[in-house]
């Protein structure tokens, strides 16, 4: 699987932006789909994940109620929309996918085998 991640930008805080993650390759109906971001000097960390068929998303803590996440499936594509963006978003964000990964592994990141290229997100205070 191959994943272009777009949509990043620079806004305000209390802004938004609409992130993408274009999947091309093999059929991804068994395969979770995730967003990481990475702050510098900081680790990745996980952000969000969707089941590309059947329900179930996921958020860390401190984005519940800002961002969603959510999927085409005629455009391959997964979207992740930021609402009331603050300034400790400031990261690059990376798409990741991988099939069978099961609920309690979806926040990890060395259970992701395939990931984007990265995209630069700033929120200015």
């Known amino acids: 699987v191959q994943l272009q991640a777009s949509g990043g930008g620079l806004v305000q805080a209390g802004g938004s932006l609409r992130l993408s993650c274009a999947a091309s390759?093999?059929?991804?109906?068994?395969?979770?789909i995730s967003w990481f971001r990475q702050a510098p000097g900081k680790e990745r960390e996980f952000v969000a994940a969707?089941?590309?068929?059947?329900?179930?998303?996921w958020y860390v803590d401190s984005v519940k109620g800002r961002f969603t996440i959510s999927r085409d499936y005629a455009k391959k594509t997964v979207y992740l929309q930021m609402n009331s963006l603050k300034p400790e978003d400031t990261a690059v964000y990376y798409c990741?996918?991988?099939?069978?990964?099961?609920?309690?592994?979806?926040?990890?990141?060395?259970?992701?085998?395939?990931w984007g290229q990265g995209t630069q997100v700033t929120v200015s205070s």
């Open positions: 969707i089941r590309w068929s059947g329900g179930g998303s």
């Open positions: 390759g093999r059929t991804l109906n068994n395969y979770a």
């Open positions: 990741a996918a991988q099939s069978g990964v099961i609920v309690s592994q979806v926040s990890r990141r060395d259970v992701y085998g395939n």
